[in-house]
C-alpha cells in the first residue's frame, strides 16, 4: 500500500516521532461534542451542484441525507473548516467524471445521473463524532484533518464520512482554518515527491529540484518538505510571489512572466528532480534542465487521464493516456536517460501524521491567502478562479470558540497571507 511505503522512506522511528496512532492513547486533543445530538439528525447543510457546470451550478441545501456508518472502520466527522483545490474547480466543470464515477461505485458506470447531487471540496478539519465497530486509534471528540478522496462526498457540508485510514491527529499548534489548507496538498505533494520522484530525507540532501509554480497549495507544501529533507530548491513562480516562496525555503527563484526565465534556467546546473505543477507547455521545455544519464525524475501534476476518459470515454480514454504515457516514458529514457512520470493524489492518514510532526515542529507553515464563511462558498470559487494563487482559499464552515481568533466576520470574506 502506498502508505507503507511513506512510511518505509520516512523511516519514522518511535522515539523521535509523535505517537498518533496508538490505540488508547497518543490521540490527539479532544474536544467534548455530543454525539447523541448528531445521532438525532438526519439532514445536513452542505453546498452542492446537481449537474455539471460554472459557478452558477452551486446550491446551498439545508436538506441533504446525513452521512452514516456503513463500514466497520469509518468514521464521521464534524466539518469545523474545509478548503479549495483546483480540483474542485474542474470537478464543478465535470472534470474526471467518468473515472471518478468507476472508482465510487463500478456497478453505476451505466447509469447517466453523475452522482447528483454531488459535495464537492477535498480538506477537512474537524472533530469525530462517531465511529465503525473496529474504528481502533480514534473516538469521538478528536480533532482530526483529513483530505478527502475525489471519489467521495466532500467537505463543503457540516459532516462527512471517511475511513480511518484516511484521517490523522490534527496538528496541536494549527487552527482548524490553518489545518483545513494542507491535507489534499500535503497528500499530493507527498505522493508525488516520494512515490514518483523518489526523494525522502535519506535520498534528498545535495538533490537539486525544480519546483513549476511554486506558490499554489502543493507547491509551497512541496518547497517546505524538500527544505526539510535537506534539497536545493529552485522555484518558479510569478513576481508577488517570489517573497513567499523564498520564506518558504526556495533558494532561488526565477519568475516565469521574465522575458529571460527560460535562459535564466538553462544557465543553471541541472536538475536532479522537476516536479511541474503548472504542465502545458512547460513540459515541453522543462524536461531538458534534468541532468541526463544519471537517474534524474521528471514528474508532472498535469497528466491527461481524467480528461483522456471524459473525451473518449472509459476504456479509449485509457488506451490514449496509457498509449502517452508509454511513448513519453520510453522518448525520454532513450534520449537522456531521464525517468518521465505522472504524480497523483494518494490517500493517505499515515504520510499526514508525518506532516503533523514536521508542522508540529515548527518545519512546515500553512499558507492561508484567502478566507470565507460557509456562507459565501461560490464566492471562495470565484476567488480561485482568478489564479496565481499565493496558498490556499479557505472556508470556515464552524465557527471557532474556546479561545481560538476570530479571522473574519460572519458575513464579510477576508484575504490574508501568511507571514513567512
Known amino acids: 500500500m502506498a502508505y507503507t511505503r511513506l512510511l518505509h522512506l520516512f523511516r519514522i522511528r518511535a522515539a523521535t516521532s509523535t505517537p498518533t496512532r496508538t490505540a488508547g492513547g497518543g490521540r490527539s486533543f479532544r474536544k467534548h461534542v455530543s454525539t447523541s445530538a448528531w445521532r438525532g439528525q438526519s439532514q445536513m447543510s452542505a453546498w452542492v451542484i446537481d449537474h455539471f457546470g460554472t459557478n452558477e451550478v452551486l446550491r446551498y441545501s439545508d436538506d441533504m441525507p446525513m452521512p452514516t456508518i456503513t463500514s466497520s472502520s469509518q468514521v464521521i466527522v464534524q466539518v ?46 474537524g472533530v469525530v463524532v462517531d465511529c465503525g465497530s473496529e474504528v481502533a486509534h480514534f473516538e469521538p471528540g478528536d480533532e482530526v484533518w483529513a ?20 484521517v490523522s491527529p490534527r496538528p496541536k499548534s494549527l487552527s482548524h482554518m490553518e489545518a483545513a489548507s494542507i491535507p489534499y496538498a500535503a497528500s499530493t505533494a507527498l505522493s508525488a515527491l516520494v512515490l514518483a520522484g523518489g526523494l525522502c530525507k535519506e535520498s534528498a ?77 512547460t513540459e515541453e521545455w522543462v524536461v531538458g534542465l534534468l541532468k541526463p544519464w544519471s537517474g534524474a525524475k521528471y514528474v508532472t501534476l498535469v497528466s491527461p487521464l481524467l480528461f483522456q476518459t471524459d473525451s473518449h470515454g472509459l476504456l479509449d480514454g485509457f488506451l490514449h493516456a496509457g498509449s502517452t504515457l508509454s511513448t513519453k516514458v520510453i522518448q525520454n529514457m532513450i534520449s537522456n536517460g ?83
Open 205 to 281: 540532501p545535495d538533490k537539486r529540484v525544480l519546483i513549476t509554480g511554486g506558490s499554489g497549495g502543493v507547491g509551497t507544501i512541496a518547497i517546505q518538505l524538500a527544505k526539510v529533507w535537506g534539497a536545493h530548491i529552485t522555484v518558479t513562480c510569478s513576481p508577488n510571489a517570489v517573497g513567499l516562496v523564498r520564506g518558504l525555503g526556495a533558494d532561488e527563484v526565477v519568475d516565469y512572466t521574465a522575458e529571460d526565465a527560460i535562459d535564466l534556467l538553462e544557465m543553471m546546473e541541472k536538475f536532479d528532480v522537476i516536479l511541474d505543477c503548472v504542465g502545458g507547455d
Open 147 to 166: 483530505a478527502v478522496p475525489p471519489w467521495k462526498q466532500g467537505t463543503l457540508a457540516e459532516f462527512v464520512n471517511l475511513s480511518e485510514y484516511e
Open 80 to 125: 469545523h473548516a474545509a478548503s479549495l483545490n483546483p480540483l474542485d474547480l474542474a470537478m464543478r466543470g465535470g472534470y474526471g467524471s467518468q473515472i471518478l464515477k468507476l472508482r465510487k461505485d463500478p456497478f453505476s458506470i451505466m447509469d447517466n445521473d453523475g452522482g447528483f447531487p454531488l459535495i464537492l471540496g477535498r480538506d477537512v478539519s
Open 338 to 420: 531521464v525517468f518521465y512520470r505522472w504524480g497523483f493524489y494518494t490517500p493517505d492518514g499515515h504520510g499526514l501524521d508525518e506532516v503533523s510532526r514536521l508542522i508540529d515542529a515548527g518545519k512546515i507553515l500553512p499558507v492561508v491567502e484567502a478566507q470565507f464563511p460557509f456562507s459565501q462558498v461560490p464566492q471562495a470559487f470565484q476567488k480561485l478562479e482568478h489564479g496565481h494563487a499565493r496558498g490556499k482559499t479557505v472556508i470556515r464552515v464552524i465557527e471557532e470558540k474556546d479561545g481560538e481568533e476570530q479571522e473574519m466576520g460572519q458575513n464579510m470574506a477576508q484575504e490574508t497571507t501568511t507571514q513567512i
